[in-house]
Structure formats: structure tokens, C-alpha cells
């Protein structure tokens, strides 16, 4: 009796000196900007990843703010002051490159990509948006598709049009729209989703190669095909709502859902928004089509988590990055962001009617990046194109806005 | 603090940041590039947003101020009368300066939405909605071509020396008068015969008063016209009643009374109003960045742009640059003020 006793004294002591060891130990700090709506996405993330390393504390550091701009700043401060966290959110590709890579702050994962199997994985066209300079820099957690147009099913059939094809066709139903009263066919919200509407007619005006030259420097901001494109653009805006830029993307979706106005370019985070806070059904309550121009292209934008040199618990945050990329934790974590996943091999019967479509639509299409989310631009030159595009408004000169878009990617180094 | 402000001018003169592998690299090669920047923010192809943020800031200083003076002005002139609750008023108008510009700039948005608060306003009286765009309009008026900058600036000195000449040669001074006058034809000569061929720009670029300012000015004023009223009424409390009696008894009405007697016993405490609402209006940040955000460029202001610019694009040499442009502009307001209490503080000793 008192021998078991001692027995299991002891038992106990060892026990808690073995967690306490571990947890000593084992440490791990992850820098997002997830909260509120999004918190339970990377929660579920967080919770498997306790599951499989126990003992690890997590430090879930949030900063929020819409697309990360506050978190962006604070994470500048704690690059610059030599503490990074261990592994950092990022949206995939330039934005991570252009401002991180470049400086020489990261940790290449080209080995892991190959360890993990995730080179056959993801699409080969993401690996390309991913990597620079021989070495792969951030692993995709989820991806948000930009090219959607929102519309009102219901509405469209009282107004008696379908869903154009490409642009042209979209100013031709604009003007008939407009011949019965709908005073903004089109609607905008402030300056970023303006961008993301020129994102989509250059995509569907150059067609998905010529999306990619324009990136690689092989094509001119001021070759021809481009002004053009922004000749479309200015008529596309002449579509538009007059009061877009006091308008915030969820209220810009509020008059698709009201039947102010006929059409909306937006991310597909669009359809969380009509589903979960407007309560209304897929295809009957809205519904959607890629941009006009855009078929059979998918403009994607994803976040992703990199590993910046010096982080202080190096082999919990490679623990993070495997998780983050693998099957289990893509579809533990996006069908709670309402994203899919950039793996093509999930489990869809865990995701919703936009998502599947979304998701079948990654398979099978030619992807490209975008330029207002962080894909294909670094942010030297997305955070200046606002202006350009502002200026582009009150000038309606393509000729000049095309210019002074070819000054910037030089300045920002794009193609080089 | 003047380490900072002399870190920052020299940063200002370098190439940080306009090379992005070099921006946040660990040992950054950092090049001198004199006033490359200052030219590039005047004269550069992609900083006309910045150009039309100076022309914003005057327009809102100058509104501003003058809302600011006027409102507060005529509040003071009230509750100098003694109304019933005096107090009372004198609370109400001074609480909104208890608020930070944050929260202003929050409430001021809702209300100066397009469908929102004060465009729904009419419809209380039967009227139709108003559809104004408070802080959404694009159209501006008062346009100037920027390449015009130049000749509009030396215009204008000119025109002022010329005043100052004319009032020189009322008070007798002579050398005052032909130095001022002298200076003023040399600068209106410059304007008109080199000035016009002085191209800044390659192509005309139109600036002006954007509309979209003006719900940013309601609100500033709203928020600041309590404090100017505080002012003017302490001003006002001061005047000692036997010079109000002495103007009645010299049969002054009352307008004549203000006229001759108080606003001119005002004019010190008009002067610092200005000084202090000139510098919070140079400054101005979060009012704008609450009522408009940061990426509306119709409503911005050098400072978002210096944020944005250094915090976002990596650009810090630029940002600087904006920066100190902005401390030259405060230190515009500043000086004389300081060195005009210098030397009345000098005259009293």
C-alpha cells in the first residue's frame, strides 16, 4: 500500500518534470493578422498543431487590421529590431519578395518543398509565383480567388440580361442597364477595389500570358494592348457608382444584394459575406461568374507563412510550415476562412457550393497572380498604383496613367 | 528630439528605401543623393499626389482657420452677453475638444455618409435627401495648372511687397519703400518674362479644392471652434469695462464699440489662435485617416503620404523628404511667432 503510494508519488513528480521540461522547451510564435472572422480558421490550425506537438506553447501574436496593414508595420518594426516572430503570415509571392527576399531576410524552403512532396502538390504555376531567385520563400496555406462578378439572379432576370462575357459585351449591357434606369450598373468601393476591378479587365482585356509578361517586364505598361486596356477601364468606371470611395467592399456587395446595382468585381471572400452575414442561398440569393475575359484563367491571391533568418525557435516553426502545407491542416483551416485550399488534392466535400466550384476551377485552370493582393507586384508598387489610378479617374488620359504606371515598375524594380 | 530631426533631414538627402533590396536589407547601402528627392516630390512624374496634398493643405488650413476664427468668434461674442446657462453652452461648445481627432473623424464619417446622417437630414422637413458627396466626391474646382506654380508664387510675393512698399512710403520710410518696391518689380519681372517658359512639369497637371474636403473641414472645425471660442472669451473677459464705458460715453454704437475698440484689443489672441490651429492644421493625420482613409487621395495630406510612404512602400528617404518639407512648412508658422513674443518680451524688460 504504502509502496504504491510512494510508486505513484513518484510517477506523478516525473511526470509533471517531463512537461514542464517540454514545455520549457518547446516554444512558437506565430504573427498574423486573422481575427475576428477569421480567428477560428487559424484557431483550428493552432489546435492541431498542439495536437501534434505537444508540450509546444503557442503565441498566437495577432495584429488586426484590414489586409494586414497594421500588422505590416509592426512587423516591419520587429524585422528591423533583430526579434522576428518564428514564422510570420504574408500574402504569397511578390509582396513577401519583393520586400523581404530582397533584403535578404529569409530562409529559402526549397528543401522542405521537396522533403514534404509539395512540388507535385500545389500547382505548378504557384511554385513559380513563389519562387525567385532559385529558391521557393513562403508555403501557401489557403487561396482566395480575385476574378469573381457578384450579381443578383433574381434582379438580372427582371432587368432581362445574363452575365457578359467579356468587357466589351460588359459596356453593352451596361448601356442597357442604363436605358432602364439602373443609374450604376457597376459598383465600386473605395480606392483597393478599383485596382482589383483594373486587375480584372487588364486580365481579360491581355489575356492570362499577357498578364504574365507584364509582370516579367516583357511587355510594356506602355505598349498599346495596355493603354487600351485602360481606355476599358475608364469606361467600365463610367458603369460605376459616384460614391465609391466612401464605400467599404462589404457595402459595395450590400447594393448587389439590395438590387442597386447589377455587378460587382470582388474576391471570392465575397461569398462568406453573402452566405454567413447576409443569409442568402448560393446561385438563388446571389450569383456569380469569373470577370468578364477571365474564363478558364483563375486570378489567385493566398496567404502564405515564410521563415525569416534568425527566428529564435527554428525547428517549431519548420514543425509550423509542415503543418500549414500539409492535407490535413489546409482543410482543417479553410473551410472556416471560406477559402480553398492550395493543394489540389482536399477533401471537397468539407467545403461549400462556392468553394467547390472555386476549387474545381484550381485543377483545371491557367492561374495567374494578383497585382492588388501581393501576388505578382511587391508592395513599393501596389501601395502607389492607388494614386495612379485615382489620377486616372479625374484625368480619364490612358496614355498618361499607362506611363506613369511604366515609371513606377521601374522604380519598383518589376522585371528585373 | 534634434537628433531626430537631423537624422531625419539627413535621411531626406540620401537614397534609402529607393532601392527595395536595399530598403530593409540588415547593413543597407545608403548613397547621397542631395536634393534628388525634394526635385522628384516637385517635379516628378509620379508625385502628383503629393503635389495636390500641399495644395489640400492650404486649402484646409486656410478654411479651417477661418471657420475656426469666425465660429469661435461669434460664440464668444454670445456668451459674452450673459446669456441664460452660460455655463452650461460654455461646456457644450468646448466638448468636443475633449475628443481625440479618431473619434471625431469616426462619428463624422457615419453622419457624412451618401445615404447616411446628414444627406438624410431633408427628408426630417419633407425635402428630398440631399446627394452630396461629403467625402466621396472627385470634383474640385480652382484649378490651377502646376506648372503655372511658379509665376502664381511670385505673383503673389510681389503683390505683398508692393503693399508693404506703399505702407513704408505712407509711414515716410524711405529706404524701407525703395528696397521693398524694387524687390517687387525685380520678382514680377521675373514672373512674367522667365516664369511662363519654366516648365516643372512635362505635361500640364490640373490641382484644386476638392470637394471631398470640405466634410473633413465641417468636422475639424466642429471639433476646434469650441477651443478657439475659449480663447476669445478669455480675450474678451480681459477688456476692462471702463474702456467698454469710456467708447459709450464717446457715443459709440455698438458696432462701432467692436470695431474700434474690442477686436482690436482681440488681435494678439487671434494671432496665437492661428498659430495653434496652423500647426494642428500642417499636421493633421488621424482626422483624415478615420474620415476618409488612408488610400482616398482627394482628401489626403502630406503626413498620411509620409506614412504611407515610408511605412508602406519602404520608401524612406522619400518619406522623409515629405517630412521635412512639413516641419518647414510648420516652422513657416512658428517663427515669426516666436520671434515676434521675443521682442515684445525684450521691449517689456
Keep these: 500500500m504504502n509502496r504504491i503510494q510512494i510508486k505513484k508519488a513518484l510517477l506523478i513528480a516525473a511526470a509533471l518534470a517531463a512537461t514542464s521540461s517540454a514545455a520549457a522547451a518547446g516554444k512558437l510564435e506565430i504573427f498574423s493578422w486573422w481575427s475576428g472572422d477569421e480567428a477560428p480558421a487559424l484557431d483550428a490550425l493552432v489546435k492541431l498543431y498542439k495536437q501534434k506537438n505537444p508540450g509546444v506553447t503557442v503565441d498566437n501574436a495577432t495584429v488586426s487590421g484590414g489586409a494586414g496593414t497594421n500588422a505590416k508595420a509592426v512587423l516591419k518594426t520587429r524585422m528591423l529590431g533583430g526579434t522576428p516572430p518564428d514564422s510570420f503570415q504574408v500574402h504569397a509571392g511578390q509582396e513577401l519578395i519583393g520586400t523581404w527576399v530582397v533584403a535578404n531576410r529569409m530562409e529559402d524552403l526549397s528543401s522542405l518543398f521537396k522533403s514534404e512532396g509539395w512540388t507535385k502538390v500545389f500547382p505548378q504555376d504557384v511554385i513559380a509565383l513563389l519562387s525567385s531567385k532559385g529558391g521557393i520563400w513562403s508555403v501557401p496555406v489557403n487561396v482566395h480567388r480575385s476574378n469573381v462578378m457578384w450579381y443578383n439572379p433574381a434582379k438580372l432576370k427582371a432587368w432581362g440580361v445574363t452575365p457578359p462575357k467579356t468587357w466589351n459585351e460588359f459596356l453593352t449591357t451596361c448601356a442597357k442597364l442604363k436605358a432602364k434606369g439602373v443609374a450604376a450598373p457597376l459598383v465600386v468601393g473605395e480606392n483597393w477595389t478599383q485596382q482589383h476591378l483594373w486587375e480584372n479587365v487588364m486580365i481579360g482585356t491581355l489575356g492570362s500570358q499577357g498578364w504574365k509578361d507584364l509582370w516579367a517586364g516583357k511587355l510594356k505598361f506602355t505598349d498599346p494592348k495596355v493603354v487600351a486596356g485602360f481606355t476599358t477601364f475608364g469606361k467600365v468606371m463610367d458603369c460605376a457608382n459616384k460614391d465609391a470611395s466612401g464605400l467599404s467592399w462589404q457595402q459595395a456587395s450590400d447594393r448587389i444584394a439590395d438590387g442597386t446595382s447589377a455587378f460587382n468585381v470582388m474576391g471570392d471572400w465575397a461569398a462568406g459575406y453573402f452566405t454567413t452575414t447576409k443569409k442568402l442561398a448560393p446561385n438563388t440569393g446571389f450569383g456569380w461568374t469569373t470577370a468578364p475575359g477571365t474564363s478558364g484563367t483563375f486570378v489567385m491571391l493566398a496567404d502564405s507563412f515564410g521563415l525569416p533568418k534568425g527566428a529564435k525557435d527554428r525547428a517549431e516553426a519548420i514543425n509550423w510550415l509542415k503543418l500549414a502545407g500539409s492535407k490535413q491542416g489546409q482543410d482543417a483551416f479553410n473551410p472556416l476562412k471560406g477559402s480553398i485550399a492550395a493543394r489540389t488534392d482536399s477533401d471537397l466535400s468539407k467545403y461549400n457550393t462556392y468553394s467547390k466550384s472555386a476549387a474545381a476551377d484550381w485543377k483545371k485552370n491557367k492561374i495567374v497572380g494578383s497585382m492588388v493582393h501581393g501576388a505578382v507586384a511587391p508592395e513599393s508598387f501596389t501601395s502607389a498604383f492607388g494614386a495612379i489610378i485615382d489620377q486616372f479617374g479625374a484625368s480619364k488620359n490612358a496614355q498618361g496613367a499607362a506611363a506613369a504606371a511604366q515609371q513606377l515598375a521601374d522604380r519598383s524594380g518589376i522585371g528585373k | ?349
Aim: glycine share 10%.
Design chain 2, 1 to 349: 528630439m534634434y537628433v531626430f530631426i537631423g537624422r531625419t533631414m539627413y535621411v531626406s538627402l540620401t537614397d534609402w528605401g529607393n532601392d527595395p533590396a536595399q530598403a530593409l536589407a540588415l547593413n543597407p547601402v545608403i548613397r547621397w543623393v542631395g536634393l534628388a528627392n525634394y526635385q522628384d516630390l516637385f517635379t516628378g512624374f509620379l508625385q502628383g499626389r503629393f503635389r495636390q496634398e500641399l495644395v489640400n493643405t492650404i486649402f484646409f488650413t486656410l478654411f479651417f482657420i477661418l471657420g475656426c476664427l469666425g465660429l469661435g468668434l461669434g460664440l464668444a461674442l454670445i456668451l459674452d452677453r450673459n446669456p441664460r446657462g452660460e455655463g452650461l453652452w460654455r461646456t457644450i461648445f468646448l466638448f468636443p475638444m475633449s475628443l481625440s481627432f479618431i473619434v471625431t473623424g469616426t462619428i463624422w464619417r457615419w453622419m457624412l455618409q451618401p445615404q447616411g446622417g446628414l444627406n438624410q437630414f431633408p427628408t426630417v422637413l419633407g425635402l428630398p435627401a440631399g446627394s452630396f458627396g461629403w467625402l466621396s466626391s472627385t470634383d474640385s474646382i480652382w484649378k490651377f495648372d502646376w506648372n503655372k506654380l511658379p509665376l502664381l508664387t511670385a505673383s503673389v510675393v510681389a503683390l505683398v511687397l508692393v503693399w508693404l512698399a506703399v505702407r513704408a512710403v505712407r509711414a515716410g520710410d524711405r529706404t524701407r519703400a525703395v528696397v521693398a518696391g524694387l524687390c517687387a518689380a525685380l520678382l514680377l519681372g521675373w514672373a512674367l518674362l522667365v516664369a511662363p517658359n519654366l516648365k516643372l512639369l512635362p505635361a500640364p497637371e490640373a490641382h484644386g479644392f476638392n470637394l471631398a474636403l470640405i466634410g473633413i473641414i465641417v468636422a475639424a472645425v466642429w471639433q476646434m471652434s469650441g477651443y478657439t471660442m475659449a480663447l476669445y472669451l478669455a480675450g474678451l473677459r480681459g477688456i476692462p469695462e471702463e474702456l467698454r464705458e469710456a467708447a459709450r460715453v464717446d457715443g459709440a454704437s455698438d458696432f462701432g464699440m467692436y470695431r474700434h475698440v474690442i477686436f482690436p484689443l482681440l488681435a494678439p489672441i487671434t494671432l496665437s489662435a492661428m498659430i495653434i490651429l496652423g500647426h494642428i492644421s500642417l499636421k493633421i493625420f488621424d482626422l483624415v485617416y478615420a474620415m476618409a482613409g488612408p488610400d482616398n487621395t482627394y482628401t489626403s495630406v502630406p503626413a498620411l503620404n509620409m506614412y504611407l510612404t515610408s511605412f508602406r512602400q519602404n520608401q524612406f528617404a522619400l518619406g522623409a523628404a515629405i517630412g521635412t518639407i512639413l516641419l518647414i512648412l510648420v516652422a513657416f508658422v512658428i517663427v515669426p511667432y516666436l520671434s515676434s513674443s521675443f521682442r515684445s518680451e525684450e521691449g517689456h524688460a
